[in-house]
């Protein structure tokens, strides 16, 4: 077993929801935490069952995923009671103690479980963000963009009554020294300039095609690449055990910030209608749909 659980049934009384800048603005205006989804990876073996999204959490802010955090980072601080009384939670040492074979230490998680993709901000504690202080060069690369993310976030934070540290010195960020925090005024070069909003690209969806196929019952109506993906269903050898990658379709747009997670949220939802455990039950399902189809015009 490469995950090794620990034998807790709830989240630790403190738990810490590690972000970048712009996911973290969008959970402020939004109010709710998007969830990742646990189908298309190992996260699925470990969710409670009829419990499909889950919210990464840890147990301290010194853990393996906050070694690297580049040159902004914010640390929501969660009351675990508060996810505890409205959620399933579970504590995991996901992969096991890495420190010595990989040079990182244990992230020393918490997953809380929902039925649902998002979860509301309620449990919210305090916030900590950190910005670091750019040089001539990395400004010029950075333009305003980040400065002007991270004083939006403050002042939501601010709006919404919610304890916010600002630092500046990435341990001290880490550490949660509150002594080294500093005080918040648009003085602070770090916190200067305007954001830019530029032309959004909308990302190929992956997900789109299978939808189509569950949707559509006429292959005329088909796009492309759904008419492609329902030809090799009905002419594979093996199509009982193949799921075509819709797994890693899925494992693809399961995380917040994925350009596919709306088509993959809405798929979700057609395989608890229909009791579909995973990708396999899906392809299943699918192929026979459209051999049917196919017989019945032959």
Known sequence: ??????????????????????SALKILQSNHFELSSVYGSIEQEHAPKGYP????????????YHNIIGYSAVMFDLDGNFYNQKYKAKAVNYWGDR???????????????SKTPTIP???IVSMHVYSKPLNEKE???????LPAQVRKILIAAKIKGIKTYFYED??????????????????RETLKGQEHTGKTYQSRSYIEPWLELIFKNKKEDLSE???????????????ASNDYDLANDLSGARKPGSGDR????????????????????VATALTKKWKDIAAIKS
Do not use: C
């Not at 400004?139 to 963009?145: A, F, H």
């Not at 990435?170 to 003085?187: C, F, H, S, V, Y």
């Not at 690449?225 to 199509?239: D, E, G, H, P, V």
């Open 225 to 239: 690449r759904a008419n492609k993906l329902r030809a090799n269903m009905i002419s594979s050898w093996n199509s």
């Open 121 to 123: 901000i309620d449990g």
């Open 170 to 187: 990435e341990n001290a960020w880490r550490l949660q020294d509150k002594r080294k925090a500093i005080p918040i005024t648009g003085e």
């Open 262 to 281: 709306e088509h993959a949220v809405k798929l979700i939802a057609i395989m608890k209608q229909n009791k579909w455990q995973n990708a396999i039950d």
């Open 1 to 22: 077993m490469l995950i090794k659980e620990i034998l807790i049934e709830r989240a630790s009384p403190v738990v810490y929801h590690y972000t970048n800048v712009s």
């Open 139 to 145: 400004r010029q690369n950075w333009g305003s963009q």
């Open 99 to 113: 420190h010595n074979e990989y040079g990182r230490i244990s992230e020393a998680e918490d997953r809380i479980f």
């Open 53 to 64: 999204y889950f919210l990464s959490t840890t147990r301290t802010t010194q853990g393996g």
